[in-house]
């Protein structure tokens, strides 16, 4: 069974209609990536899933429908969400980020944390607003990680990067995806195919493509068409 | 030199006052947008709950029994913030105008529920006899009862550092003053921080009216109101959700208040206030320990 499933998805923020109909599912293992173009809705499916827009249609974690259901008790069922632009808490430090982050009930595993990101196990005192963008993209894939999740959601981990810097997020994403269930929303076309086994593309707030990640990459005419890039 | 000394502590012990007042409110703003303009009623009423242990418990001494009337006035203060929070603003989150005319509305009605209980005039305090001796400090007898509202503020302002600093619910208090929403995809239920932030402020304001009731010599319905805009004045200044920003910010708009009031002339320290706010929002809008909008 897929750890998410999404079908008929419809979300309006104010006035705007912005997912008319978004179908897709993430396997209980791999990476499925969410591509489009800027401004077609992905980050809006991420914020619907976490229960922090309202939406219709439907959207299952392990079978069971969440749309209705309050954040908390959405993110309490498995799910790390690495928002877009990280947030996080800047007057908190690195390491009260991460307590913040704790999931009474499970196992809270600082060793793989500190294992990916070094960086962070060296400056727990550091306010999070002073780290570089880097280091504070690193702490909120951190928090998603401190906890086994069923499914994370991470939404442009290496928007805003350093090339050298976004290479060492990948290798972190690498190591940190294997066992779990991941849907990542991503801009840079080399870092979704490093990632990825799946792919789903949205247009004009629909799904268009559902398939293999490599498909979409090696064919240029497909991905030109729906992402509106140029693949070497 | 002497007067000096004097203006100073009792310019202290106001801002103590400014501080229970205004931090209950910073972090209800803080944390959760809301402007409540009914938290001078938590004021009057711990001040009427300390009013009444001092009329009626007389079985117990002065001394003593004062501790009880500043624990009843906490407790009324908390019981009516966690009721106002659950009963009333809970339904009104993100509805900032309905907000607004539910907040004036229950400060009105609370006003004229205390006024027909126990009179819109005065209730005067009966005191430990302690509280109206002096104590020389630097060559000015400053009465002791300046000293215990200093005391007990800078007290309840260390104890709530610590809460904040210490607690997992200060963590997620700090944390949603910041971005509640993003505390709540991380599985927390934010939605309880919010009552126990409308309860602990409930608590500082109570002990603030308790307190207030001796700086002010009595205790009447509309005292909290009257308050509640230097209150505001010093949130503003403060910066919105910082605890040592209003704690700053408390001194330095009762200090200006009483140093021009006996200084410069009785009446002007109210207007030097507001010229103080425009200036501090001129300069630094954000407040003074406050985090800029991004």
């Given at each position: 069974m897929s750890v998410l499933e999404i079908e008929a998805l419809n979300v309006w923020r104010g006035e705007a209609h912005v997912l008319h109909g978004v179908d897709l599912s993430v396997e209980p293992n791999g990476v499925t990536a969410l591509l489009g173009r800027n401004g077609v809705g992905k980050t809006t499916t991420l914020l619907a899933v976490m229960g922090l827009l309202p939406a219709t249609g439907s959207i299952r974690v392990d079978g069971e429908?969440?749309?209705?259901?309050p954040s908390h008790l959405i993110a309490q069922r498995g799910i790390g969400y690495v928002p877009e632009d990280r947030e996080?808490?800047?007057?908190?430090?690195v390491a009260e980020n991460l307590r913040l982050a704790e999931r009474p009930g499970v196992e809270h595993r600082y060793d793989l944390v500190y294992e990916l990101f070094p960086d962070l196990a060296s400056r727990?005192?550091?306010?999070?607003?002073?780290?570089s963008g880097g280091q504070q993209q690193m702490l909120a894939i951190a928090r998603a990680l401190l906890n086994p999740n069923r499914l994370l959601l991470i939404d442009e981990?290496?928007?805003?990067?350093a090339p050298i810097v976004v290479e060492s997020v990948v290798e972190a994403l690498v190591k940190a995806t294997a066992d779990t269930a991941v849907l990542l929303v991503e801009q840079n076309l080399w870092v979704a195919a490093e990632l990825a086994s799946r792919a789903v593309v949205i247009d004009e707030g629909k799904t268009v493509y559902a398939g293999d990640m490599d498909t979409l990459a090696g064919d240029p005419q497909l991905a030109g068409r729906y992402l509106g890039v140029e693949v070497r | 030199m002497s007067s000096f000394v004097l203006y100073t502590i009792t310019g202290l012990g106001l801002a103590g006052l400014y501080f229970l007042l205004a931090s209950g409110l910073s972090l209800i703003f803080g944390l959760m947008?809301?402007?409540?303009?009914?938290?001078g009623a938590f004021f009057a009423a711990g001040g009427f709950a300390a009013w009444w242990v001092m009329d009626?418990?007389?079985?117990?001494?002065?001394g003593p029994r004062f501790l009880v009337a500043i624990g009843a006035a906490a407790l009324v203060g908390t019981v009516t913030g966690a009721l106002v929070e659950r009963g009333l603003i809970r339904r009104l989150y993100g509805k900032h105008v309905e907000q607004i005319l539910l907040t004036i509305g229950l400060g009105m009605a609370a006003v004229a529920l205390m006024g027909g209980w126990f009179g819109y005039d005065p209730r005067l305090l009966t005191q430990p006899g302690w509280f109206t001796d002096t104590t020389e400090i630097a060559g000015a007898n400053i009465p002791n009862s300046r000293l215990l509202i200093l005391g007990v503020a800078v007290l309840l302002l260390v104890g709530l550092m610590l809460f904040l600093s210490r607690t997992r619910h200060g963590l997620i208090i700090r944390a949603g003053v910041e971005n509640p929403a993003m505390v709540q995809a991380?599985?927390?239920?934010?939605a309880r921080s919010f009552t126990i932030v409308f309860a602990l402020g409930g608590a500082l304001a109570g002990v603030g009216g308790a307190l207030g009731a001796v700086y002010f010599n009595g205790i009447s319905p509309s005292l909290g109101t009257a308050q509640l805009i230097f209150a505001f004045i010093v949130v503003v200044i403060g910066g919105l959700g910082s605890v040592p920003g209003t704690a700053l910010a408390a001194a330095l708009v009762a200090l200006t208040q009483v140093y021009v009031n006996n200084?410069?002339?009785?009446?002007l320290g109210s207007i030097s206030v507001v010229i103080l706010l425009a200036l501090v929002l001129l300069i630094r809008p954000q407040g003074l320990l406050g985090k800029a909008a991004p």
């Open positions: 429908e969440v749309i209705g259901t996080v808490f800047s007057a908190l430090t727990p005192n550091q306010p999070a607003g002073t780290l981990p290496t928007k805003g990067l | 947008s809301v402007l409540n303009l009914a938290h009626s418990v007389t079985f117990l001494s002065p991380l599985g927390i239920d934010v200084y410069v002339a009785t009446g």
